[in-house]
């Protein structure tokens, strides 16, 4: 998913306390929509290499959000921000080169930006590099780098990387084979709102596997991931219901209701 990051001011790279409120002034003119003045605040800053203002107005040139859409321009702004270490940028500039957008694509390159702002902490570049060391591209696999990158990103709490990590301990992938591990990060990405998390939770439930076989929460699950887009979780949902009585299923579907409009406190954890 393209995702740009609005950068966070960072004491750490010296900035004035004057230049840093006024990026924040700048960033709460953002937040509430008024992108004139957030211009008016950031120009100057970036204009004189502050790297957080060059970071913002880049994402404002990209989005076309208070001046008119010009990527180039978002890149050369991004570029420089990177270069001095900002990793919002380097996720940005990293992204740019992965989708080839309004650049030639270079997977190479974007993992070289990635990676520097994933030592940053960066949860989105991590969740990035590991899918590169995954699939090999820009790099050389390494499934145990995947699941490196993968964790970090997980422990912060992005969701991608939870699933993926549920993938790899269900398959034994770039880490020992562990159900149990599986079943806990598919269950924190799955209140999250991942489908694919969502999917292979019911499965387990479904299976028996790990847990307790549970076809009215395979049911439940396997609704809900349909509902969030999974294509193949519906035929899941109907196998579990060709299991189960009118009644058990008017249960299961309410469960699944509950859980949604709760967004997620509600779903028998």
Request: glycine share 8%; with cysteine.
């Amino acid at each position: 998913m393209k995702t740009l990051l609005l950068a966070t001011v960072m004491m750490a790279l010296g900035y004035s306390p004057l230049v840093a409120q006024d990026v924040d002034k700048g960033e709460r003119a953002y937040n509430a929509g008024d992108y004139a003045k957030a211009l008016t605040e950031w120009l100057p800053l970036a204009e004189r290499g502050n790297a957080s203002a060059q970071s913002n107005l880049g994402v404002m040139y990209h989005n076309g959000e208070g001046l008119k859409q010009d990527t180039a321009r978002a890149f050369l702004l991004y570029s420089l921000a990177a270069k001095q270490g900002h990793a919002n940028a380097q996720f940005n500039l990293g992204l740019m080169y992965a989708l080839g957008d309004s650049i030639p694509q270079d997977y190479s390159k974007a993992v070289k930006w990635w990676h520097l702002a994933a030592e940053q902490g960066v949860a989105s570049a991590q969740f990035n590099l590991g899918h590169k060391y995954a699939k090999g591209e820009g790099l050389q696999q390494d499934h145990i780098e995947a699941v490196k990158w993968w964790h970090l990103a997980a422990e912060q709490g992005h969701a991608g990387a939870q699933s993926n990590l549920g993938n790899r301990y269900s398959r034994g992938q770039g880490v020992q084979q562990d159900h149990a591990k599986a079943l806990r990060w598919w269950r924190l990405a799955a209140v999250q709102g991942n489908p694919k998390a969502q999917y292979n939770l019911a499965v387990m439930y479904a299976l028996g596997k790990i847990v307790v076989q549970d076809y009215a929460t395979a049911h439940m699950w396997f609704n809900i991931s349909s509902n969030n887009g999974h294509k193949t979780a519906a035929k899941g949902r109907d196998n579990a219901a060709a299991r189960m009585s009118f009644e058990e299923i008017s249960v299961a579907r309410q469960r699944a209701k509950d859980c949604i409009s709760s967004k997620y406190q509600n779903c028998g954890f």
